[in-house]
C-alpha cells in the first residue's frame, strides 16, 4: 500500500479483518512503542503463544503492516526474526463508502481499539495519581515501582522527582464547523503530529513517549435547528458572547 497525499486508505477487506483482530492490535501496538522484536520477544511481553505470535506476524506482513528487519548487533540475535512496524498514515473507508462487510469488521476494531485506549489511559492515570499522592504524603524517595518502570511515589529510581507526574495533557469541548472546515481541522492535526515524529537519533535526551487520540464526531442536527448564521428570534443577529462562548468550550482542560 504506498503512501499516497493524505494518507492511504485501506479498502481491502482482508487487511481491515487482519488489523481488526485483538492480539495483532496488540503486536502493532508494541512495536510501534518498543521499536522491532521477535516472535519470542512479543509472546513474552504480551503473554501470548510463540506459534500464535509469528503467525499474527506473519498475517501483518502479507498486508504490509510489519515486515522483516535487520537484528540488532547482539550475540544470539541474527539466530531468529525479527520484525518492525511500517509507518505511514493509513486511514479507513468513510463510512458512506463501506460495505456491509466493512461496516462489521470496522465495528469490531474500533471496539477493541476504543477499549484498549481507555485501559491505557486509566491505568497511566491511576499510576500517576498515586504517585503524586504519595509524594504528597511524605515526600520519601520510592522504595517500588511502577509497572511502567516509575518509581512508586512519584520519583524515579535515583529518588529525583518525577517531573512527568502531572502530565496528562486532557481536552474536550465543541466547535461549530462547516464539513470543510472539519477535514481541514483532521489534516492540521495530523500535520501537526508528523511535525514532531523524529527518528530515535533526532529524540532529545529525556522524551518519552506520549499517547496521543483525537476523536472528533457531529451531533445530530435538531429537528428545526437553525443554520450558524441565522439571526435570533427577535431578528438580531449572533452577539459576541454566544461567540466567545463557542470559543471557552474548547479551552484545554
Known amino acids: 500500500m504506498p503512501e499516497q497525499p ?33 516472535s519470542a520477544i512479543l509472546a513474552r511481553a504480551l503473554g501470548l503463544n510463540t506459534g500464535a505470535t509469528s503467525y499474527h506476524l506473519r498475517e501483518l506482513a502479507r498486508y504490509g503492516f510489519v515486515a522483516d ?21 493509513r486511514r479507513f473507508p468513510p463510512p458512506s463508502r463501506r460495505t456491509p462487510g466493512m461496516r462489521l469488521v470496522m465495528d469490531e476494531l474500533n471496539r477493541h481499539a ?4 481507555l485501559a491505557l489511559f486509566e491505568r497511566l492515570q491511576r499510576e500517576s495519581g498515586a504517585a503524586a499522592e504519595a509524594r504528597g504524603t511524605d515526600g520519601r524517595t520510592a522504595t517500588g515501582r511502577t509497572a511502567t ?14 517531573e512527568w507526574a502531572d502530565a496528562h ?9 462547516t464539513l470543510a472546515e472539519l477535514q481541514e ?3 492540521e492535526y495530523i500535520a501537526l503530529m508528523n511535525r514532531y515524529k523524529r527518528p530515535d537519533a533526532e529524540t532529545p535526551a529525556g522524551a518519552r513517549t506520549v499517547h496521543t487520540r483525537l476523536l472528533a464526531f457531529p451531533d445530530a442536527p435538531g429537528p428545526d435547528a437553525p443554520g450558524p448564521d441565522a439571526p435570533d428570534p427577535d431578528g438580531s443577529a449572533p452577539d459576541d458572547a454566544s461567540q466567545a462562548d463557542n470559543r471557552r468550550e474548547t479551552d484545554a482542560s
Not at 69 to 89: H, I, K, L, Q, S
Open 6 to 38: 493524505g494518507g492511504t486508505e485501506i479498502t481491502e477487506l482482508a487487511a481491515l479483518k487482519a488489523l481488526a483482530q485483538p492480539r495483532r492490535q496488540q503486536i502493532l501496538q508494541h512495536l510501534t512503542l518498543h521499536g522491532p522484536a521477535t
Open 69 to 89: 528487519t535487520a537484528p540488532p548487533r547482539e550475540p544470539g540475535a541474527r539466530r531468529a526474526r525479527w520484525w518492525r512496524a511500517v509507518p505511514g498514515d
Open 114 to 117: 476504543y477499549a484498549a485506549d
Open 149 to 162: 518502570g516509575r518509581a512508586s511515589d512519584g520519583h524515579t529510581a535515583d529518588g529525583r522527582a518525577d
Open 169 to 177: 495533557a486532557y481536552s474536550r469541548g465543541s466547535l461549530r464547523l
Open 185 to 187: 481541522f483532521f489534516e
